[in-house]
């Protein structure tokens, strides 16, 4: 991926895409009631715990998926990939909500010309956020996320799953 004022430039430059439909958002159920009311909504998670496009301390974010399996299996990861897998598999209490969205700056990062432009591929973007951030290394997500909030350019990135090759994930940026 590109760096520094080499990011800022590619950002710049790249298309701003409108997304519209219905996204998911699937919730542990502890989770969703964590919070007095409970708030399905909730946006300041990501940024306690890190997520993929979402460092530590970094800006509320709420992630949704285009589908609704993916939702779930991004929620649960493994534990979800088995149950697919027809193993006995006792699901973890799960609310889902069918989110409408209509956002219009967008980062769409599953169009392969964009990626080219900010010099990054699919391979680098599901790369393994969690293990960097835990060694304190460099993240390219988090990295190219926060270059593109601070732009101020775009509302949300679209990127593809990491658990669910091929299907679409959004992470939209969320006020305090």
């Not at 609310?95 to 900010?118: K, M, N, W």
């Not at 790369?127 to 996320?145: I, N, R, S, Y």
Request: charged content about 20%; aromatic content about 8%; overall charge neutral.
């Amino acid at each position: 991926m590109h760096h520094g004022k080499e990011l800022v430039t590619a950002l710049h430059t790249v298309a701003r895409t409108r997304v519209t439909g219905v996204f998911y958002r699937s919730i542990a159920e502890a989770a969703i009631h964590s919070l007095s009311p409970p708030t399905p909504l909730h946006s300041l998670g990501p940024r306690k715990t890190g997520q993929r496009f979402t460092p530590k301390n970094g800006p509320a974010s709420l992630y949704m998926s285009e589908d609704f399996d993916t939702s779930y299996v991004e929620t649960h990861g493994t534990a979800a990939s088995i149950a697919a897998s027809g193993l006995h598999f006792i699901p973890p209490p799960t609310v889902i909500i069918a989110i409408s969205v209509d956002i219009e700056h967008v980062l769409d990062l599953t169009v392969p010309a964009i990626r080219d432009q900010l010099g990054t591929d699919e391979a680098e973007l599901a790369g393994p956020w969690f293990e960097q951030m835990l060694a304190h290394d460099p993240v390219p997500t988090h990295t190219l996320a926060r270059v593109a909030h601070l732009s101020n350019l775009f509302e949300a990135i679209r990127f593809t799953s990491a658990q669910k090759p091929g299907k679409k994930y959004l992470r939209k940026n969320q006020m305090y």
